[in-house]
């Protein structure tokens, strides 16, 4: 019984978020704390710094997470599922239809529309997240020159996020 | 084929720290330079949809870029492999790494990481922006909805739909001229 309700939280999780990562955080927090008592709110924001920590979508290691404090490996798998099914369902049924649409004017134009906006989404994303990242001057120097190899140098992003890492541990 | 969809996204997923736009790098260094299974313009429309629908983005893209290629058996290769790493990084942490999780070195490390993904999420725009050819109308919409989700805080679904509605009413306006 424990385990149908971890699925179906995480079903709902999983559906009605949107933009993903931290626009789940209040939705699992209601789900999880709120109305099952999974979790305390200390033990919750403990697994939020471990899982943004670790690589990987924010979502998915919150649902691996919890999934196996309620029920163990089982939990775990039956949590991610959960959480990732709406995505996949939906995602695939677009596609189909956009691939039957595709000569469509309509699709074309919204598109057209579309491109910029996402631009510039991504450089609010970037806002964001350098608003966290570049604290003293120290950082602003490690996210430059890496700015600098990344784009002009072909630094593979793989190799930067390693260097980046070891570049803390020395300088701070 | 199948075996290098789910590597490309395997990849994509193990390394991948703080969620979100911070995968966008790596799928583009996937998807769009080494493989060449999308365009910089099909990239942006996916991520467009990764956006309207619910979900996290990364799993959304993928499942896209996997039905793109192989239909649905593709759509399943590819999440696997976006998730696949985050689940067994995440059970090794619950089963035999929690004890670690206050040690000062990974902290230090951390200070280090997140200028590097903000400093990747600013390649990506970079690369993105120079390949598009971009007009002067294009620049002024980027700009505007910068200051919409970042200034004022407007979902970014709804900046999405109202571009999409407006750009659909401004080419229909001109054909019918």
């Given at each position: 019984m424990e385990l149908l309700n971890l699925f179906l939280s995480?079903?709902?999780?999983?559906?009605?978020?949107?933009?993903?990562?931290?626009?789940?955080?209040?939705?699992?927090?209601?789900?999880?704390?709120?109305?099952?008592?999974?979790?305390?709110?200390?033990?919750?924001?403990?697994?939020?710094?471990?899982?943004?920590?670790?690589?990987?979508?924010?979502?998915?290691?919150?649902?691996?997470?919890?999934?196996?404090?309620?029920?163990?490996?089982?939990?775990?798998?039956?949590?991610?599922?959960?959480?990732?099914?709406?995505?996949v369902i939906i995602i695939i049924l677009i596609a189909h239809f956009l691939s039957k649409f595709k000569n469509s004017p309509y699709v074309d134009w919204a598109f057209k529309g579309i491109r910029p906006v996402v631009l510039g989404l991504i450089v609010s994303a970037s806002i964001s997240v350098a608003k966290n990242a570049f604290i003293d001057f120290k950082s602003v120097i490690i996210g430059g020159v890496l700015f600098y190899l990344i784009s002009f140098k072909k630094l593979h992003p793989i190799l930067a996020i390693i260097l980046a890492?070891?570049?803390?541990?020395l300088v701070y | 084929m199948y075996f290098e969809m789910f590597k490309a996204?395997?990849?994509?997923?193990?390394?991948?720290?703080?969620?979100?736009?911070?995968?966008?790098?790596?799928?583009?260094?996937?998807?769009?330079?080494?493989?060449?299974?999308?365009?910089?313009?099909?990239?942006?429309?996916?991520?467009?949809?990764?956006?309207?629908?619910?979900?996290?983005?990364?799993?959304?893209?993928?499942?896209?870029?996997?039905?793109?290629?192989?239909?649905?058996?593709?759509?399943i290769v590819c999440t696997l492999g976006t998730i696949l790493p985050s689940?067994?990084?995440?059970?090794?942490?619950?089963?035999?790494?929690?004890?670690?999780?206050?040690?000062?070195?990974?902290?230090?490390?951390?200070?280090?990481?997140?200028?590097?993904?903000?400093?990747?999420?600013?390649?990506?725009?970079?690369?993105?922006?120079?390949?598009?050819?971009?007009?002067?109308?294009?620049?002024?919409i980027s700009v505007l909805t910068v200051l919409a989700v970042a200034f004022i805080d407007i979902s970014p679904i709804v900046v999405i739909l109202v571009s999409a509605f407006g750009a659909i009413g401004y080419y229909k306006f001109k054909e019918n001229k």
């Open positions: 995480f079903l709902k999780i999983g559906a009605f978020t949107f933009g993903g990562g931290y626009a789940m955080i209040p939705l699992i927090e209601k789900e999880v704390i709120e109305v099952h008592g999974w979790l305390t709110a200390k033990e919750f924001i403990d697994i939020l710094a471990v899982v943004e920590m670790t690589p990987g979508p924010v979502a998915i290691n919150s649902a691996t997470f919890l999934g196996y404090k309620v029920g163990g490996v089982l939990g775990s798998i039956l949590a991610t599922t959960a959480v990732v099914l709406p995505s890492g070891a570049a803390g541990v | 996204f395997f990849k994509v997923g193990a390394f991948t720290i703080g969620g979100g736009y911070a995968m966008l790098p790596f799928i583009q260094d996937e998807v769009v330079e080494k493989h060449q299974w999308l365009t910089t313009e099909e990239f942006l429309d996916v991520l467009a949809i990764a956006e309207v629908t619910p979900g996290p983005v990364a799993v959304n893209t993928s499942t896209y870029v996997g039905y793109k290629l192989k239909g649905v058996k593709g759509a689940f067994l990084i995440i059970l090794l942490i619950v089963t035999s790494l929690w004890k670690y999780r206050n040690n000062p070195v990974i902290d230090k490390a951390f200070l280090g990481i997140r200028p590097a993904v903000a400093a990747l999420i600013f390649t990506a725009v970079y690369k993105l922006a120079r390949k598009m050819d971009i007009s002067k109308y294009m620049l002024v």
